[in-house]
């Protein structure tokens, strides 16, 4: 594998790992907000 390759190979890792942690981000954000709606309406 050429230096050019490797760095396109590492470039493009980054940023599905970039995606990936977005997207996890998001499905957390989501169930605690449903979380705490689902509690307030409890009360």
Do not use: C, D, Q
Not at 10 to 20: D, H, L
């Amino acid at each position: 594998m050429t230096p050019e390759e490797e760095a396109e190979f590492k470039r493009r890792r980054k940023s599905r790992n970039y995606v990936v942690a977005g997207t996890l981000l998001f499905f957390v954000l989501l169930f605690y907000a449903i979380t705490i709606v689902r509690i307030g309406e409890g009360s």
